[in-house]
């Protein structure tokens, strides 16, 4: 049975494809137009083992909400379809993943019942020109469209970059 699954959405500010081999090696091959965005779903498919396709165009000359929204509603239905009956998944996930200072904690559910918990402080606003807000954004979008229970928890880290990414590579894990 193949656990694969493509998504396209199309609306006023984007066009998103997103493509999912959940038996893949963690290759991933990711445009959004949003350079943090990239490094971020990056690492969700490479630490999470599976093959992971990104294309996206959107109106990030506005800034990049609606791609990263989008995107996740599009990864998080991909996600959805590709597990299916669940058959051969373990259904609960749990990765703690430090990235320099800062420590993440995910866990993760496919119940089929979407719900963010999301216990994450950013000591700043931006990451380079990308808003920290658009990392809790995301999250809130995979879960709900992938239909899982998603808790982030981050106890401790002061570099903004350092957080979304141990946040990215505990998701993928």
Do not use: W
């Not at 959405?9 to 990239?38: H, M, S, Y």
């Not at 990451?127 to 401790?156: K, Q, W």
């Amino acid at each position: 049975m193949s656990r694969t699954a493509r998504v396209e959405r199309k609306t006023q500010e984007t066009r998103i494809a997103v493509e999912v081999d959940l038996d893949g090696k963690g290759r991933t091959q990711i445009a959004t137009g949003v350079g943090f965005f990239d490094h971020m779903l990056t690492h969700i498919g490479r630490h999470g083992l599976f093959d992971l396709k990104v294309e996206a165009a959107g109106d990030v000359h506005i800034d990049p909400h609606h791609t990263v929204e989008d995107t996740g509603i599009c990864l998080g239905a991909a996600i959805d379809q590709a597990v299916a009956e669940k058959t051969g998944l373990c259904r609960f996930g749990h990765a703690r993943v430090p990235m320099d200072e800062a420590l993440a904690d995910v866990s993760i559910d496919l119940s089929g019942r979407p719900a963010l918990v999301f216990n994450v402080h950013f000591p700043g606003s931006k990451i380079g020109p990308f808003d920290t807000e658009l990392v809790r954004e995301f999250c809130r979008d995979l879960s709900n469209h992938a239909r899982m229970n998603l808790h982030v928890n981050v106890p401790y880290g002061f570099n903004n970059h350092h957080i979304a990414e141990a946040i990215s590579k505990a998701i993928g894990r």
